[in-house]
């Protein structure tokens, strides 16, 4: 089977459709994570069926870092499906479990998380989290972050900054430059 032209075909069948609140969802024909944009060529409107199987097809005929993030979006997709919406039959599920497990062993998988995980963990924000956790043992609050005082305070402040019309300005600024350019993020 051409995994590749039933995805091709479907995205193509798909175009002339109009958007539905609710009832379809919007695809990336060249996904995001492989430079596709935020415009209308680019997006195919499908049914949450549809959409499913478009990023199944996709993990069956892309190769390398391409697909590793298809399987991981696929797997957020999923989950996010069987929690609120349609359930997932059980060979679907163990085919995704399967296609993700063949794919977190092999190289490029982990070239890619380790890529991700080298970004993220600085030498700064190592030494950060090591001394936050050093501390809250030696306090005795290590559980802190789940309880009901963190939450209260984490809520506390969140309203406070959305408050400030600057910081409301710049998040709204920041979100309208992504719909336009995906590609070009300003900083925050």
Sequence with gaps: MNYERTYNQLCERSQSRKWVKFSNEKHHIIPKSMGGANIKSNIAILTPREHALAHLLLVKFLTGKHKAKMVCALKAMIGYRTKNR???????????????????????????????TKAQWTPERRAAVSEKARQQWINGQHDYHKSNEYRTLKSKQTKERWQDPEYAKKQSDWTRAQWKDPNKRPNR
């Design 86 to 116: 349609n359930q997932l039959s059980t060979q679907q599920y163990e085919t995704l479990r399967q296609a993700y497990q063949t794919l977190s062993n092999t190289p490029e998988y982990s070239a890619w998380r380790s890529e991700i």
